[in-house]
């Protein structure tokens, strides 16, 4: 799927030398739009090269053909090699400076990995490395976070290594737990601060790398 989109929207896509990302998402695309959101009000000094999704017929998909935004539909295979293959070819086509997890549910494959050192970030929903790894993904950080009695949640931008959520930490925002929240209402406060906090360091990233932390 994807190479033949018109590019409707020039601040996305054609700022001279500004650098590029590519986006990997799975599911409905509530960050990527939020990255989508901070180029176009110029708080993400980035362009957004194409979409990497899950499957077909994602919200993430309609997001990136709403904004012009190339899109490549990265098949399931058992063999991590196939896998690591059409990932790889398409990255090489696009040659994007920073790949985005964004809701994207699968181990990146390592051969992938070893192409595009340090250059796989992801956010996580808790402050890790607690309710982190395999496994805590979606409301189910949210419903460890409660019943484990935490006072405080947030999220976390990380680099992405072979192992689950242990890629090195480059952002954390910080919330508390109210007394009356619920997975849901913790989950919707935590997005918020995703939200922000994203953009922030993919533009440390890209911009300031000698950096060990993004300024929030």
């Given at each position: 799927m994807g190479a033949n989109y018109n590019f409707a929207n020039p601040a996305?896509?054609?700022?001279?030398?500004?650098?590029?990302?590519?986006?990997?998402?799975?599911?409905?695309?509530?960050?990527?739009?939020?990255?989508?959101?901070?180029?176009?009000?110029?708080?993400?000094q980035s362009r957004i090269a194409g979409l990497i999704a899950g499957s077909p017929g994602t919200g993430a998909i309609k997001r990136a053909e709403?904004?012009?935004?190339?899109?490549?539909?990265?098949?399931?295979?058992?063999?991590?090699?196939?896998?690591?293959?059409?990932?790889?070819?398409?990255?090489?086509?696009?040659?994007?400076?920073?790949?985005?997890?964004a809701g994207w549910l699968r181990k990146v494959p390592p051969a992938v990995l070893e192409q595009f050192p340090d250059r796989f970030v992801n956010i996580h929903p808790s402050l890790l490395p607690k309710f982190g790894g395999k496994g805590f993904y979606g409301i189910r950080v949210h419903e460890a976070v409660i019943q484990a009695g935490e006072s405080e949640s947030g999220c976390t931008v990380h680099l992405v290594n072979e192992e689950y959520d242990k890629?090195?930490?480059?952002?954390?925002?910080?919330?508390?737990?109210?007394?009356?929240?619920?997975?849901?209402?913790?989950?919707?406060?935590?997005?918020?601060?995703e939200h922000q906090l994203y953009p922030e360091c993919i533009n440390t990233l890209l911009h300031h790398p000698t950096k060990k932390e993004c300024i929030t």
């Open positions: 996305i896509h054609f700022r001279i030398l500004t650098p590029s990302i590519v986006v990997a998402a799975s599911g409905g695309g509530t960050n990527f739009q939020a990255l989508i959101d901070a180029v176009v009000q110029n708080r993400l709403k904004h012009g935004i190339p899109v490549f539909v990265q098949p399931r295979s058992c063999d991590e090699n196939t896998e690591a293959d059409t990932m790889l070819d398409i990255l090489q086509i696009w040659k994007p400076d920073l790949i985005v997890l890629g090195r930490i480059i952002g954390q925002r910080r919330i508390p737990v109210l007394p009356e929240d619920t997975p849901q209402s913790l989950a919707a406060r935590v997005l918020e601060q």
